[in-house]
């Protein structure tokens, strides 16, 4: 013979049983301090450069090989000056300068136009050879180390030469 | 007073029994606490980067912002190399080499820093991968020292040099706008 359901065991269903959360806020507790220690507020780039080599012998004088010299990328190189830039592309005798807004302010947003523009005039040139003047900061350089990459300048080579182009005329 | 009153167990040999209804406990609603802290877990294991590359930001140094990034070489090892105004640290472990002034006057220090990078080349390159030395500078200081150090890693055969910084998104904050 079966018997009915006891009222306690009615009763007892019809209440929402809370669920226990207090082992989930202990892990929480855990947990998330945790990763607060490990997680990355500043994400660090890594800007890359390259040494200049020694440079190699200059060909005969064959004419495939003048055509071909030709058709070389032409050399640009950036010049970072305590009171300017100097934009020099070989070939051409004008030098491309570029005045401080004010006292230690330099112009970037003039410097990052002609990068690009020199690149519409050189798609086939990926390199500028950079030359800082040892006074200059290191934040001037990498910005402009960042302008040039920003532009399709992939490579750049560090000119750790203290001889400045524009008196070798 | 409800609070203190007390009835008189009859039944139990007329002993005192607080009332049934002081014995309960509310139950603190932890609900919404949970939900706060499970989107901040979320958020949390979302943006979090396990690259050992990544932590490595020097304490105390202000580094210059780039948009741009390059990643390291294929079977490439970086050296750090930490360039404070006040001090050079080397390796991971940030031993002290000395002052920038140091470096540029005492052949000993230049010697002693340069042996060690020779050492560190040669051990990564005897496991088949290629040296490469990761500067990490103050934004403040001078290119000559740069420079400097520039010349002198590639006398101890690092080939492949890196200039830490920190990465933004935003174009106008490099150009100064």
Redesign the interface.
């Known amino acids: 013979m079966a018997y009915g359901p006891s009222k306690h065991r009615s009763r007892s269903q019809n209440e929402t049983r809370?669920p226990n959360?207090i082992p989930?806020?202990n892990l929480?507790i855990v947990?998330?301090p945790m990763?607060?220690t490990?997680?990355?507020a500043?994400?660090?780039?890594?800007?890359?450069?390259t040494?200049p080599t020694e440079a190699a012998g200059g060909g005969g004088g064959d004419d495939p090989e003048e055509q071909l010299e030709e058709d070389l990328p032409k050399v640009i190189t950036l010049a970072?000056l305590p009171d300017r830039f100097e934009i020099m592309v070989e070939g051409i005798e004008d030098i491309i300068t570029i005045p401080q807004l004010s006292a230690g302010?330099?112009d970037?947003?003039t410097l990052?136009e002609s990068i690009a523009r020199l690149k519409r005039n050189n798609e086939n040139q990926g390199t500028i050879d950079l030359l800082?003047?040892?006074?200059?900061?290191?934040?001037?350089?990498?910005?402009s180390?960042?302008?040039c990459?920003?532009n399709n300048f992939p490579n750049i080579k560090?000119l750790?030469s203290s001889t400045k182009y524009y008196k070798a005329k | 007073m409800n609070a203190l009153s007390v009835k008189v167990n009859r039944a139990g040999g007329g002993k005192f029994q607080s009332r049934k209804r002081g014995n309960k406990t509310k139950?603190l609603n932890?609900?919404s606490?949970?939900d706060i802290?499970?989107i901040?877990?979320v958020f949390?294991?979302k943006?979090?980067?396990?690259?050992s590359?990544?932590?490595?930001?020097p304490e105390g140094m202000l580094?210059?912002?780039?948009?741009?990034?390059?990643?390291?070489i294929e079977s490439g090892k970086a050296v750090y190399l930490k360039i404070y105004p006040d001090k050079i640290l080397y390796g991971v472990e940030s031993m002290e080499v000395g002052s920038l002034q140091d470096f540029l006057n005492k052949p000993e220090i230049r010697n002693s820093l340069l042996k060690l990078l020779l050492m560190e080349a040669r051990s990564i390159t005897s496991v088949g991968s290629k040296p490469c030395l990761?500067i990490q500078?103050?934004?403040?200081?001078?290119?000559?020292y740069?420079?400097e150090f520039?010349?002198f890693s590639?006398q101890a055969s690092f080939?492949?040099?890196?200039?830490?910084?920190?990465?933004t998104d935003n174009?106008d904050e490099?150009?100064?706008?």
Do not use: W
């Open positions: 809370e959360l989930i806020m929480f947990i998330i990763l607060m490990i997680m990355v500043v994400h660090l780039a890594m800007i890359e450069i040494l970072l302010t330099y970037y947003f990052d800082p003047d040892p006074n200059v900061k290191f934040d001037t350089l990498l910005r180390i960042d302008i990459k920003s560090y750790t | 139950d932890i609900t606490l949970i802290l499970t901040l877990l949390m294991i943006n979090i980067s396990m690259d590359a990544q932590k490595n930001a580094l210059p912002t780039t948009i741009t990034t390059n990643e390291l990761l500078a103050d934004k403040e200081l001078p290119c000559r740069i420079t520039i010349k590639a080939a492949n040099i890196y200039f830490s910084s920190i990465h174009k490099v150009l100064g706008l």
